[in-house]
């Protein structure tokens, strides 16, 4: 089976594990293990963002960003509805309500055309996810926050990569979360990073990621545990470094696969817009006009010929039984969307020959 995604440890992540492991400094007190603070230091320059704060996950990534930017309880938080889970959780979890605005049809990412009409005078910030990778168009989202007084968390957890009007994700919004989960462009195992130009949102971050406390046993505020150990920062160090790598892999996979499947007049494919550039994270296929058993059915037999397919996402947010209780939504595009969704492999694992043969088993059966 080609899986859909892979982690691609070598030799340098394993060293500098040991390393650490020989070291006997596991983690820090703090949060700021001398591996953390190297990790930090390097992604920020990555990013191109004045802070970096390494969590263990992604979803705390977004808790913390949440927390540190000063969302409280009663607010309203606009995001996607057609994204993975853990985006509305933490908007949950921070005590606010999850506001569902509907996606653009050809790039799967929140409609900024539909924002506004869902501010209310409790709205406090509007959660854009750049899904699949693919950027999401920020300028009309930053116009819209300024005009509101909105803060802007992009949850860029799957766009290690990429950018925007020639610049990293995240650098419109006022911070950005990423995720190093095992699938994702580059991984830690599990782990998380917020990044931002606000010295004081940063700040509150480190602060709260470690149980609220800038000095130890003298909390100040409310915290939790979100440090990430040593070993996660000395893996996603030697991770960043072959980042560019990964990423001309994940290209070159993506547009080869583009080129067998313009063919396929029954598929709508990824797009890569002017002005943007693509993690290609997923590759991610519409089966237009199918219905949600069609498409599974096609998955299945994907799967059965060695090609580990994906549905991201199966259950838009607002459809889940648990989230149903923040309103009766009517989210025509998304609903659409996860019924005809599916997603091949191109990570840096898959050769040509296997990008070929994905291809035209797609097309055979899809053709
Ligand atoms: C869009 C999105 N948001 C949030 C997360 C949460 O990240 P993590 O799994 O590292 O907690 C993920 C990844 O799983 C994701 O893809």
Redesign the pocket.
């Known amino acids: 089976m080609i899986p859909i995604n892979a982690p691609q440890i070598g030799e340098e992540e394993i060293e500098a594990v040991a390393e650490v492991l020989k070291s006997g400094v596991l983690t820090h007190g703090l949060g700021m293990g001398p591996m953390v603070t190297k990790f930090e230091k390097a992604f920020a320059k990555f990013a191109k963002a004045k802070h970096a704060v390494a969590v263990n ?4 990534a ?1 808790h913390l960003a949440l927390l540190g930017a000063g969302v409280k309880a009663g607010a309203e938080v606009i995001l996607p509805s057609f ?2 889970v ?2 509305a959780e933490i908007v949950v979890m921070a005590g606010a309500k999850p506001v569902f605005v509907d996606i653009d049809p050809e790039t799967y990412d929140i409609s900024p055309k539909k924002i506004e009409k869902a501010v209310t005078k409790k709205t406090k910030a509007i959660i854009p ?1 750049d ?1 699949y990778g693919l950027p999401v168009d920020m300028k009309p989202i930053r116009e819209i926050a300024d005009k509101h007084g909105l803060l802007v968390i992009e ?1 860029s ?2 766009a290690h990569g990429a950018t925007y009007a020639g610049r990293p994700v995240g650098a419109f919004a006022d911070a950005a ?1 990423w ?3 095992a699938s ?1 462009n580059m991984t830690t195992g ?3 990073m917020v990044t931002t130009n606000n010295e004081e949102v940063a700040e509150n971050m480190r602060v709260i990621r470690s149980h609220g406390e800038k000095e130890k046993y003298k909390s100040t505020m409310l915290g939790h545990n979100y440090r990430m150990p040593e070993i996660e920062a000395a893996i996603g160090y030697e991770q960043l470094k072959k980042l560019p790598k990964f990423l001309s892999h994940r290209r070159r996979n993506a547009k080869r696969l583009t080129t067998i499947l313009e063919k396929a007049d029954k598929l709508q494919l990824p797009r890569e817009p002017k002005g943007y550039k693509h993690s290609w994270y997923l590759y991610t296929v519409r089966m237009k006009n199918a219905n949600a058993k069609r498409r599974d059915k096609i998955a299945e037999e994907l799967r059965g010929k060695g090609i580990g397919v994906g549905v991201y996402y199966v259950n838009p947010i607002h459809q889940m039984p648990y989230y149903r209780k923040f309103g009766r939504y009517r989210l025509p595009e998304t609903e659409k969307a996860s019924k005809q969704v599916l997603s091949l492999p191109v990570h840096p694992g898959v050769t040509v020959k296997q990008i070929d043969f994905i291809g035209e088993t797609v097309l055979n059966m899809l053709g």
């Not at 996950?57 to 705390?60: D, E, L, Q, R």
């Open positions: 996950s992604g979803t705390a977004l994204t993975f853990a985006t996810v899904l949850d957890c799957q979360c995720s190093f989960f994702k599990e782990g998380g």
